[in-house]
């Protein structure tokens, strides 16, 4: 069924409403629903998925609806409980990042930021929390993942106006370098 509905008839700030709405499971349900200020897939939280297929991929873009995680490329499938998973067969690359700019401050970033707060405002973290974490894994001979690098950032004080951490290398599930406030230590 569609919709469509005026939000705003007040001349020269019209807005309307469009909508698609199906049967599932014996009852009308939103599945589409486009308002002035958003577009809403799944509105009514159904147990739908949503699917975006490429020429090559039948999953290129894959929203998973039960189990809260999306999916870019390969089989749809989620990796390790991420919420975002990303995957790419025979030799392709997996990630890309390009900043076009004459300017040397504007580069590619990747920022891994931990706050306690569940909304709202920041929080401040504390002396002992993991602020991020790179894992470089394989599957071993009994075919089971396990991790060959990890590599981790620790807050290691509290300061206004800075972060005290120190960062830790391990391989073979075995710490080799620690880069502390006042010192490295190699093992």
Known sequence: RFVNQARDVTDGTEDGRFAINTIVAGSMQSRINIEPTETVFNDEAIDANVRVESVNQANMLKV???ADFVSI???GEQANG???????VSGSAVFGM???SATDGH???INLQKTPATSGNYTATASGDVLGEIRFSGVNT???GDIGVHIQAVQSGTASGTVPTDLYIDTNEVNRLGIKLAETVFN
């Open 73 to 75: 490329g390969g089989l």
């Open 98 to 100: 390009i900043t076009r």
């Open 142 to 144: 009994s075919a089971v």
């Open 64 to 66: 998973d609806a039960a």
């Open 82 to 88: 991420g919420a975002l998973n990303i995957n790419a």
């Open 107 to 109: 580069t590619n970033i």
